[in-house]
């Protein structure tokens, strides 16, 4: 009788101990899922924007007629060349 009332007593704990595992790996399942939810939508958005920026490159280089976009004479960046590139690729975004 003893053990049987023991072996009773241990069972209802280790069922309580597994239900309460259960409910914390929901909660974990719950915020994996929510986590994934914001990743998908963030790689969406980083897609979006690669695009984007792909199609800005592509304007660019169309407008720039294909050259090089800076000119380097003894290792150093031709102040007007580059700022009237900076002025065209401003005047695009606009």
Sequence with gaps: MFRLYHNEEDIERHEQDLEKKQHEQKKVEKRKEKAEEQLKEK???????????AKVEQDTRELVGGTCLLSFSNGEISPPYFLGIEASIFSISL
Excluded: A, Q, V
């Design 43 to 53: 790689k969406k958005e980083c897609g979006k924007l690669d695009r984007e920026l």
